[in-house]
């Protein structure tokens, strides 16, 4: 069964950096698009990050811009989500996702990972 596994959550203080990965269990198709989504506890999931599979072209939510990266690794079927400066506002469990639309929208996805927790101590 195709899976997305996330990895790298825990627990950091504020300013720290953490990098999430999430892995593919199929070769993901250069018309893809990979993304980011974060849900904090009693909020809706929010678009964090994407990139396209085959170009590379990303988008940032205003929240991240300038302390997230989201790269990938083709051949290892990888995107990461480098965080850096975080606050405590960022405390959620983040989930990985596939989609085909270059899109913020959870609803455009159709793939997605089970989650990992981030959280951030202020």
């Known amino acids: 069964q195709a899976q997305l596994v996330e990895s790298g959550g825990g627990s950091a203080q504020a300013g720290d950096s953490l990098t999430l990965s999430c892995t593919a269990s199929?070769?993901?198709?250069?018309?893809?698009?990979m993304a980011w989504f974060r849900q904090a506890p009693g909020k809706e999931r929010e678009f964090v990050a994407l990139?396209?599979?085959?170009?590379?072209?990303?988008l940032y939510a205003d929240s991240v811009k300038g302390r997230f990266t989201i790269s990938k690794v083709n051949a290892e079927n990888t995107v990461y989500l480098q965080m850096n400066s975080l606050k405590a506002e960022d405390t959620a469990v983040y989930f990985c996702?596939?989609?085909?639309?270059?899109?913020?929208?959870?609803?455009?996805?159709?793939?997605w990972g089970q989650g990992t927790q981030v959280t951030v101590d202020s």
């Open positions: 996702a596939k989609g085909s639309q270059y899109s913020s929208a959870s609803a455009d996805y159709t793939s």
């Open positions: 199929w070769r993901i198709y250069s018309s893809s698009v």
């Open positions: 990139i396209r599979w085959h170009s590379g072209s990303r």
